[in-house]
């Protein structure tokens, strides 16, 4: 038997293996990476594990009551991303803890709703009227 005929499959664990198969695409690297980080999660059930992805994936304040600080978290940003971070993640749990995939693609965030943009008034479009009275032209006559 050669070396290298088992050695790979130490290297990383079957629920690696399988985030890695289903996201074998170049461009779905991202992905696979957050998979696996469901793969390893500390959670000890299946809901710890969604719980934990909600945390890796959506932005949060890193500092207590400073919203600015979401800023240096290492989530993906974007909510588009975030969702597509979740679900990988999410996938990467459904391997850890043997979850049907049926009941993984059924899974949902559980994120508060957003704050709403605070709306800035806009000027009054009316134009301003300027008029001049003679008194405002100054006079050329020395």
Known sequence: MKVGEFL???WTS???NQCTS???ALMQIPWRV???KGCDCDGETWEECVEE???ICYKDPVLKDREWSAYIDRSPGADTYSLQCFHACVSGC??????LSEKVDQVQPKRPPKPK???VPKPSATPVEHTTDSDDIPSTSA
């Open 8 to 10: 790979p499959q130490q």
């Open 53 to 55: 992805c909600n945390e």
């Open 117 to 119: 943009p605070a709306v």
């Open 94 to 99: 459904g391997f850890k803890f043997d979850i």
């Open 22 to 24: 289903k996201y074998s």
């Open 14 to 16: 079957p629920c690696g």
């Open 34 to 36: 957050f998979c696996k």
